[in-house]
């Protein structure tokens, strides 16, 4: 009994280490999507940018995402400057609100405010991956396995698709064999698309709610030598939010 | 009295939050201190006016379903507090003007604090209701609202806020993406109070406004002075605005667009309309364009008189043009830095203002934004190099 328990152990780890080598580029960022991406989540994060000049700016924001991250509520709570400030984003941030306390306004934006930077930091919007980019914008091509930050990684090249309006001509993601998350995303830009233009590392993974999740996450402008550091101070998933927390109405509150 | 009335209302907020915080509960006291130099070159003098400027808010959730926000302003000016509109205006224009008027075309910088606004806001399940004084921003245009009959923006610095108006407004949410307002600002009778109802929706990837507003306009005949009210001749009109806007997205470009027809009661009726489009790079350079024309506007300079001007500035009518752009550069110079440069041209006149601008983050919570004006248009126009070249330079600290 017990050698015949081992040997369906055994098959079962032949059987799963032969399908994840088998694994094509676009199934990676499809499990990648799928961990990301989950039914609802709430977070509240910390985002401190380091300057050129060694400064620190430091920001704490709430985060609510509904439908796999196909709607998406950003609000500021620090520090005073933006205190209120608020971002809807729906249909996989096709459709941009934002909100602004001192005058009261809602102002739709155009998707090519996905590439501003967020709050002056070495983050883009586009750059939080919302939605479904990585799978509808993005060719994925599997390369060769590489170890990273002590971790076995899948690598996959992802080369936008034409006529898809994305700062980034191309990325390349090392996304961790036994969980699925992305630890290294390297960003190219298309001028100099040899050029590593920015460099993102997940790190800190915790499992919450049995979703190995990275607690946090450094983006280094090789640029301009500069780094943006976010934190995740509290994560929750899979809660019930309403669909009208996601309207221009609660968007004002 | 008045100044009794503000150092009582100052001591009760500082009592309030200082001396007895548990009673503060979950009240947030936020706000800004703002200390600004505005500079201009006129007939051979550089004036400089600077104004401090103290704003504090405070806002309360009650409940979730009750909330209360307020702010308070005080504002002190020093330097040169007195500005003659007529130091500004063509020859042509001042020498029509009697020798003992002169003297009423001065505008003062007063110091002032007021409640700019206050109000509770009450929701329901299905709609939410708004009472008291509180902002009113409508349409989609970045400098110019066609629908906007409460604001007028100042067309250097667009995204200023606007003061707060005595007002009723019911909002009711119809499904996730349409909403219904109703907005009362109760003047002193029904007849003259301003009336509003407005149905915004989604459809794709675009918001549309539908916008009908009544409201009795007053501007003033600056050409008579009535003694009984110490001030030039009040006329108000009844105006009736029907409108539309929208904003959206066209082959990856930012676009809206609003336009209002406006039915006067005794003066001829006019219409606005804007349209505007904004993109940002892959560098991160984001520009923007936005045209404005409206029929109150002329068409040629020689038509422009004091009325325009002085209705113009006193934020009674928005261009004294008919027709004119608005264009936006900005880039981030550094991580604390924007740089940036407006134009604004009036295509009827063809004058043309420059702006150029700078904004710097100097710590966590201070910017400082640095804004230089230099209009280049000939005597008479609309940016005239008469209207003064200069700027300022504001220096803000949030708390």
Not at chain 1, 244 to 247: E, I, S
């Given at each position: 009994m017990p050698k015949k328990i081992f040997l369906s152990f055994l098959i079962l780890i032949l059987v799963s280490g032969v399908y994840s080598e088998e694994l094509t580029g676009k199934e990676i960022i499809q499990k990648v999507n799928d961990l990301i991406n989950v039914e609802t989540s709430y977070s509240k994060s910390t985002m401190t940018i380091t300057t050129t000049s060694d400064q620190k700016r430091t920001f704490i924001s709430e985060s609510w995402t509904k439908d796999k991250g196909e709607k998406n509520l950003v609000r500021y709570l620090e520090p005073a400057r933006v205190k209120g400030q608020a971002v809807l984003m729906l249909n996989n941030a096709d459709d941009i609100w934002m909100f602004f306390p001192r005058t009261q306004r809602v102002r739709k934006l155009a998707t090519h405010a996905k590439k501003q930077k967020m709050q002056g930091s070495d983050f883009s919007y586009e750059d939080m991956g919302s939605g479904e980019t990585f799978i509808n914008d993005f060719e994925a091509e599997r390369l060769e396995d590489e170890q990273k930050q002590g971790y076995g990684c899948y690598k996959v090249k992802l080369t936008r698709k034409p006529g898809i309006d994305i700062s980034y001509v191309q990325m390349i993601i090392w996304v961790r064999k036994?969980?699925?998350?992305?630890i290294v995303i390297d960003y190219y830009d298309e001028d100099a698309p040899e050029r590593v233009l920015k460099t993102l590392i997940q790190s800190d993974i915790e499992v919450i709610d049995g979703i190995p999740t990275a607690m946090k996450f450094v983006m280094i402008d090789k640029n301009n030598n500069t780094q943006t550091e976010m934190e995740l101070l509290e994560v929750k998933y899979n809660i019930e939010l309403d669909d009208?927390?996601?309207?221009e109405r609660n968007l004002k509150r | 009295m008045k100044k009794k009335t503000f150092f009582i209302c100052a001591a009760g907020i500082i009592f309030f939050f200082l001396i007895a915080p548990e009673a503060r509960g979950d009240v947030d006291l936020f706000g800004y201190y703002e200390a600004q130099v505005i500079g201009a070159d006129v007939k051979d003098h550089f004036y400089q006016l600077f104004a401090n400027k103290l704003r504090v808010d405070l806002k309360a959730d009650l409940s979730s379903s009750v909330s209360f926000a307020a702010n308070f302003d005080y504002i002190t000016y020093h330097g040169k507090k007195e500005w003659n509109v007529?130091?500004?205006?063509s020859s042509e224009i001042t020498s029509k003007i009697p020798e003992a008027m002169r003297p009423l075309y001065v505008i003062p910088f007063s110091d002032r604090h007021f409640l700019d606004n206050a109000y509770l806001r009450l929701s329901f399940k299905p709609f939410d209701l708004t009472l008291g004084k509180q902002q009113i921003s409508l349409g989609t245009g970045y400098v110019w609202n066609p629908v906007d009959v409460f604001n007028i923006k100042d067309i250097l610095d667009p995204t200023y806020e606007q003061p707060g108006h005595n007002a009723v407004r019911a909002d009711v949410p119809i499904g996730l993406g349409s909403t219904l307002t109703a907005l009362y600002s109760p003047g002193e009778e029904w007849k003259n109070s301003s009336k509003m109802l407005q149905f915004k929706t989604r459809i794709s990837h675009f918001d549309f406004a539908v916008t009908g507003i009544e409201k009795t306009w007053v501007f003033h005949d600056y050409t008579v002075f009535d003694p009984a009210q110490m001030n030039f001749q009040e006329l108000p009109d009844k105006r009736k605005l029907l409108g539309a806007s929208t904003a959206g997205e066209l082959l990856g470009l930012g676009v809206w667009a609003e336009y209002a027809y406006n039915w006067m009661e005794t003066t001829d009726d006019f219409y606005e309309l804007v349209v505007g489009t904004d993109y940002t790079f892959d560098f991160q350079t984001y520009v923007l364009i936005e045209y404005f024309r409206n029929t109150l506007g002329k068409n040629d300079h020689r038509d422009y008189t004091l009325n325009d001007w002085m209705r113009s500035f006193a934020q009674e009518q928005k261009a004294v043009s008919r027709d004119q752009v608005y264009m936006l550069i900005q880039h981030p110079a550094t991580d604390l830095m924007t740089v940036g440069m407006s134009a604004i041209c009036s295509l009827s006149d063809h004058s043309l203002a420059l702006v150029p601008m700078v904004m710097y983050s100097f710590s966590q919570n201070v910017d400082i934004y640095a804004y230089l004006n230099w209009n280049t248009g000939k005597?008479?126009?609309?940016?005239?190099?008469?209207m003064g070249n200069g700027g300022f330079v504001r220096v803000r600290v949030y708390f």
């Open positions: 036994d969980n699925f998350v992305p009208r927390m996601f309207t | 007529l130091d500004f205006l005597e008479g126009t609309y940016f005239a190099n008469t």
